[in-house]
């Protein structure tokens, strides 16, 4: 069965330091796809990242990066000098291979992160 | 291009009440999913589809009903309101890219309140 953990529930730091959210997944596919989405105060979800599990080059995009690592199932994400517009909730979610993967999406229960200026 | 909408934005219902929520994508995406999001529990998905015609439930599907009769629309049915369903519910709907995975999208959002 499907499984994301966030541990982190709430983390706050103070801008310009650098966070990592983790995220820790359960699966039985070989096949299978992790994504990152942000979810700012307004409410809508962002998606951010998609990562197949044949993948596992890390990325970076901007002050984001995302390590992935299959040995650990892991899907880490890092913000490098954080900034104020980066408060908002994160998930980490996770979906199998398969015909109807693209609708089963499994999320984590979410990291709140504060940056305070 | 309007992607995912969903209607409507805000409702307050009493216990025992039936309603209906909407979604539509104008995307012609295949796959369609609903999903509800509580405090401290992430996003649960609720029901989902893979094509018109064709659907099957998440994690938590009692107490709601879906139908897929066009690629568009994708509603979702509450048939007797509980205040357990008061939750911010979102519609999701997904494009398969080829050798790529896929990309979901998401709407705004529906924030029910049961009374």
């Known amino acids: 069965a499907q499984k994301v953990t966030q541990a982190q529930t709430e983390i706050s730091v103070v801008e310009k330091e650098d966070v990592t959210l983790d995220c820790v997944y359960e699966?039985?596919?070989?096949?299978?796809?992790l994504f990152w989405y942000k979810q700012p105060p307004s409410g809508e979800l962002v998606f951010l990242i998609r990562?197949?599990?044949?993948?596992?080059q890390n990325e970076i995009s901007g002050r984001y990066s995302w390590n992935f690592q299959k040995s650990t199932s892991s899907f880490n994400f890092t913000i490098t000098a954080s900034q104020v517009v980066d408060s908002a909730v994160y998930f980490c979610?996770?979906?199998?291979?398969?015909?109807?993967?693209?609708?089963?999406?499994?999320f984590g229960s979410g990291t709140r992160l504060s940056i305070r200026p | 291009n309007a992607g995912v909408t969903q209607t409507p934005k805000f409702q307050v219902l009493k216990t025992g009440q039936s309603m209906t929520l909407q979604c539509a994508q104008d995307m012609n995406h295949e796959y369609m999913s609903w999903y509800r999001q509580d405090p401290g529990m992430g996003l649960r998905l609720i029901h989902y589809s893979v094509g018109a015609g064709i659907t099957d439930q998440g994690e938590v599907p009692n107490g709601y009903n879906v139908s897929r009769s066009t690629t568009e629309d994708f509603p979702l049915r509450l048939l007797s309101a509980a205040p357990s369903q008061t939750s911010v519910y979102f519609c999701a709907s997904s494009l398969r890219l080829a050798g790529a995975g896929y990309e979901q999208y998401f709407g705004p959002g529906t924030r029910l309140t049961v009374t």
């Open positions: 699966t039985r596919d070989t096949t299978y796809y």
């Open positions: 990562r197949n599990s044949f993948d596992e």
């Open positions: 979610a996770l979906s199998e291979g398969g015909y109807s993967s693209a609708s089963k999406i499994i």
